[in-house]
């Protein structure tokens, strides 16, 4: 036999760490359909039954406007859990009981875990919990999930009621005279029409249509005629509210919810200790980190200290990794006859997906460190403080974060930067975010700034990369300006928002959290980026040089294999030149190099010719095979991204290029299409139309700004 | 004497009982989802570095407000007793 338990709590009150010890391993995560929030399930045996277990999204309310919440209610509604564990956090009770409330309105079977009891005894706080379990009529758990006390209790209890009946009665709360009575008329129209009897009972569904609840109200014009009655039982109540009482009904709504649950916490259920101190630890410490002063310095510390610790831990693995590919790319050439299916295998498949699969540390060491700002409840903090600033373009305090990983400090990258932006609850400011978080210079540019500073700006590389990086912000901030007074439009969300008390969070959530987040990045490693490696790969690849041009190339080879040459060095260097020159060709003459040169008087504005077009073509795969890119066109042979010196020398040397040139390409490769490891997480965030939007319109920004650039500077 | 002010004219430190909510539609609801309801002790805990959001405590829990969204909330308070 089945059954589901559904968890359901305020954010922060401990759902996902009981989540975690009640499933250990045997848990997955995925999305909602269509949708963003993250779904988890997990299996759990419990006395025969194959219970399993669904930890909802984070919610306030039963009311739902959030994504998140209406997700978490249409699960209550729709898919009738048998039994539902609300998590509470106990050092919170009264306004956890609010949530509670409406389910028991509901009447789904329930068990009410308080958390965190330890911190309640700590603080020497009383609750009577036999008491309150019998004034709601409801079993009422005492839960410290950090450290799993209270779960085999938990578990019993779940049981008990998984083998009981589906239903209970609903709570019935008293909403003041004028509401009971319009809601007692509203159950008998309601019960008369049989009117979406068979998913909510009545009296919750007139609350419903006295809250003004959207999405039921949606529901129920599907029957017209009861509809019209009840909307307009609630258009007279509402009426007569605003004239005597000055009130919405859902406001009133909410103040008699609250009403009854003071009176059911009154009386001592709740004893306080005398001498309570107000300053517990969490003030303290916001008295620091949240000081006008000093708040904001130790943000930015905190910041750059997480940054520093990224790179410096993930460069091993990372390194690791690279050798491993290169091996495996080495043994591949060794093992497989020379030909299309080795150049396939090795630079299509182990090239590409390595190239992305290189960058798994990175981005678990930022994942890790980026739940631990989460979970501990900092992350809040930063949002707090820097929310007016951000305000200012548009955007939310929840975006600095995917701003920084990013690039807001060079060697960020967007795809864990885009990922980041699920902390954004507000559709607008996330999809605004998502959209000019690639703006950022992300790791992978970083050597092609390198690479141009260091030929047209000798010596001054560092002040060039701080001034790319500010100009980095300036466009992701006026962009999200410009956005959101042009096709994201629309009020500022809300920024209603808790400040969770710090806490030090689990390993084991840690370690959870982590690797969800790369195991999504690997599976898209494994599909997508593919699929679209061996598609760039046959670009460069066909069709394959002339017969003749290949005769060509052997009859030169040939000559210098003649035994005239005496000198060993000198003929490899000569052998190694026809090599390049050959590799040159080659590409000119494939796809990606016709492109390249039909591109030419599309980019001739910009000072590009048809090697840096194909270097950009590249570089929309991954940033990292501009540079690449650019030494196969220059007939440099590959080129190392970490050791261009050559060609800095051949940039410089070469009359196509002037300083310029140098300084639009590093604009357009700042702000053109993201990669598209990136515009496939922006696809899966917010949208394909939204992806296919931010390839074209950074595209079309960066070839405003380069040509602007180019053109005012060679007039000069 | 008790003296109602807007939630946002309120000074750091200083306590208040919410005497009502002129917010309406999602920003209403999310503040009283919060526990923003007539009759709610809160005390204004701090403001952030640029003086806006503002930090509140109140049913045990800290919540952060943009100022604008202050300008709804009316508070009656006890006047200030010799504050520097």
Known sequence: ?716 | MTTTLSLRAMQVDQTGVIAAVNATGELGRRIRDMGLVPGTPVTVIGRAPLKDPVALRLRDFTLTLRSNEADFIVVGVDPLEDRP
Not at chain 1, 208 to 225: F, H, R, S, T, V
Not at chain 1, 666 to 687: D, S
């Open chain 1, 1 to 716: 036999m089945n059954a589901t338990l559904a968890l359901m709590g305020n954010p922060n009150s401990g759902k996902t760490t009981l989540f975690n010890a009640l499933t250990g391993a045997r848990q997955h995560v995925g999305n909602y359909p269509g949708i963003t929030v993250e779904k988890r399930e997990g299996r759990l045996a419990l006395g025969g039954l194959d219970i399993n277990v669904v930890d909802l999204p984070g919610t306030y309310s039963l009311t739902a406007y959030s994504q998140d919440e209406l997700v978490a209610r249409d699960f209550l509604v729709n898919k009738r859990p048998d039994a539902v564990v609300a998590v509470l956090d106990a050092t919170n009770l009264e306004r956890s009981l609010y949530l509670v409330t409406q389910i028991l309105e509901l009447g789904t079977p329930l068990i009410i875990a308080l958390n965190m009891m330890d911190e309640v005894r700590r603080k020497g706080v009383g609750i009577d919990t036999a008491r309150l379990a019998a004034m709601l009529d409801t079993p009422i758990l005492e839960l410290v999930a950090r450290t799993g006390e209270g779960c085999d209790t938990l578990l019993g209890e779940a049981a008990r009621l998984v083998h009981g009946p589906k239903k209970r009665a609903p709570l019935h709360i008293s909403y003041g005279r004028d509401l009971d009575e319009t809601l007692e008329k509203m159950q008998d129209i309601i019960e008369a029409a049989c009117f979406l009897e068979n998913r909510y009972p009545a009296r919750w569904l007139a609350l419903k249509y006295l809250e003004n609840d959207p999405a039921i109200l949606l529901q129920g014009a599907a029957e017209p005629e009861t509809h019209e009655r009840l909307l307009g039982a609630t258009h007279s109540l509402a009426a007569h509210c605003r004239k005597t009482l000055n009130a919405d009904p859902e406001a009133l709504i909410a103040d008699y919810r609250y009403g009854y649950i003071t009176a059911l916490l009154k009386d001592g259920i709740v004893t306080r200790p005398d001498t309570q101190t107000r300053r517990d630890f969490t003030d303290k410490l916001d008295a620091v980190l949240t000081h006008r002063l000093a708040g904001p310095v130790l943000m930015f510390a905190i910041i750059y200290a997480m940054f520093m610790l990224t790179f410096s831990l993930g460069e091993y693995p990372m390194g690791l990794l690279e050798s491993f590919f290169g091996w495996l790319g080495d043994t591949a050439t060794n093992l497989l006859p020379e030909g299309l299916v080795a150049s396939l295998v090795v630079s299509g498949v182990i090239d590409g997906v390595g190239g992305v699969l290189g960058f798994t540390p990175l981005i678990m060491v930022m994942f890790f460190f980026l739940s631990f700002l989460e979970d501990s409840g900092y992350m809040a903090r930063m949002a707090y403080m820097l929310d007016r600033v951000f305000r200012m373009f548009g955007l939310h305090g929840c975006s600095v974060m995917p701003f920084i990983i990013s690039g807001g400090i060079p060697g960020g990258c967007a795809v864990p930067g885009v990922m980041a932006a699920r902390t954004l609850r507000s559709p607008r400011e996330k999809i605004a975010t998502v959209l000019t978080a690639p703006f950022l210079s992300c790791g992978a540019k970083v050597p092609v700034f390198l690479l141009l500073a260091a030929a047209f700006f000798p010596g001054s590389g560092a002040a060039a990369l701080f001034w790319i990086t500010a100009a980095g912000w300036v466009a992701a901030l006026l962009a999200a300006r410009v956005l959101r007074s042009t096709l994201i439009r629309g009020e500022a969300t809300p920024f209603v928002m808790e400040l969770p008390p710090y806490r030090l969070p689990t390993l084991r959530g840690l370690c959870l959290h982590t690797w969800e987040r790369v195991w999504q990045y690997v599976k898209k490693a494994g599909t997508v980026i593919l699929a679209i490696s061996i598609l760039l790969w046959a670009a460069m690849t066909f069709p394959g040089p002339s017969a003749e041009r290949t005769a060509m190339f052997e009859a030169q080879r040939a000559a210098i294999q003649a035994p005239s040459w005496d000198n060993d060095a000198a003929r490899v260097d000569a052998l190694a030149a026809i090599d390049n020159a050959e590799v040159q060709d080659a590409l000119r003459v494939s796809v990606a190099g016709r492109v390249g040169t039909a591109l030419e008087p599309v980019s001739a504005p910009l000072g590009f010719d048809w090697r840096t077009n194909i270097a950009l073509l590249g570089g929309f795969a991954a940033k990292e095979v501009i540079v690449s890119t650019l030494g196969t066109a220059y007939s440099l042979g590959e080129v190392d991204p970490e050791d261009s010196g050559g060609l800095s020398a051949r940039l410089v040397a070469d009359p196509a290029w002037n300083m310029w040139t140098a300084v639009s390409l590093i604009a357009f490769v700042l702000l053109y299409a993201p990669c598209f490891v990136t515009v496939a997480v922006i696809g899966r965030e917010i949208g394909w139309r939204w992806a296919a939007f931010s390839v074209g319109f950074n595209t079309a920004l960066a070839y405003v700004v380069s040509m602007g650039i180019y053109q005012v500077g060679i007039a000069l």
